[in-house]
T-cell receptor, first 112, second 115 residues
């Protein structure tokens, strides 16, 4: 069963704009991760945020986590055409990272 | 180069013909897992392994088998493939300790079509 749900399902923006994707989940977690997938390729890990952290940065990426609302957001600043991809959140519900559960993803298109 | 390697990358087969998708990682990771990705359903976990000789079912294990005889290899076996197993399959691995604990490293995927 799905644990994380990304919102929106699809997002189209212009190069240079910021892109914000959201993830909601249902049960308590130890950590939440974001992954990126270029069309038909393997997923690539972007960032991991632990349940005791509220915000984390990595380059142009900013992730927030609100455990009271069971939600996270991924912000990509100053987007580029090369950021076009699907973005997935993943949570380690049910006690451990052995059963990392992915959402259905947000498809981001950055137009040049 | 650190990587997870899957083979074959593409395969078309027929119902009932046993096949194996191999997965190998060169990062000495303890944890390995198989996922399938289907449109509208996202990624779903098939099986995972915490270490050699330790495997367990994920969310959609029916019709699949796995083995973990060596740390680096985690093959996915379809004993009698059926059309509903047509999918894009991903193998992933993760260290169980250290800086990258819990972060999955994915292979490039194996696109399987069962006719």
């Amino acid at each position: 069963s799905q644990q994380g749900e990304e919102d929106p399902q699809a997002l189209s923006i212009q190069e240079g704009e910021n892109a914000t994707m959201n993830c909601s989940y249902k049960t308590s977690i130890n950590n939440l991760q974001w992954y990126r997938q270029n069309s038909g390729r393997g997923l690539v890990h972007l960032i991991l945020i632990r349940s005791n952290e509220r915000e984390k940065h990595s380059g142009r990426l900013r992730v927030t986590l609100d455990t009271s609302k069971k939600s996270s957001s991924l912000l990509i600043t100053a987007s580029r055409a090369a950021d076009t991809a699907s973005y997935f959140c993943a949570t380690d519900a049910w006690g451990g990272s052995e059963k990392l559960v992915f959402g259905k993803g947000t498809k981001l298109t950055v137009n040049p | 180069e650190a990587q997870v390697t899957q083979n074959p990358r593409y395969l078309i087969t027929v119902t009932g013909k046993k096949l194996t998708v191999t997965c190998s990682q060169n990062m000495n990771h303890e944890y390995m897992s198989w996922y399938r990705q289907d449109p509208g359903l996202g990624l779903r976990q098939i099986y995972y392994s915490m270490n050699v000789e330790v495997t367990d079912k994920g969310d959609v294990p029916e019709g699949y088998k796995v083995s973990r005889k060596e740390k680096r290899n985690f093959p996915l076996i379809l004993e009698s493939p059926s059309p509903n197993q047509t999918s894009l399959y991903f193998c992933a691995s993760s260290p169980s300790s250290g800086e990258n604990t819990g972060e999955l490293f994915f292979g490039e995927g194996s696109r399987l079509t069962v006719l």
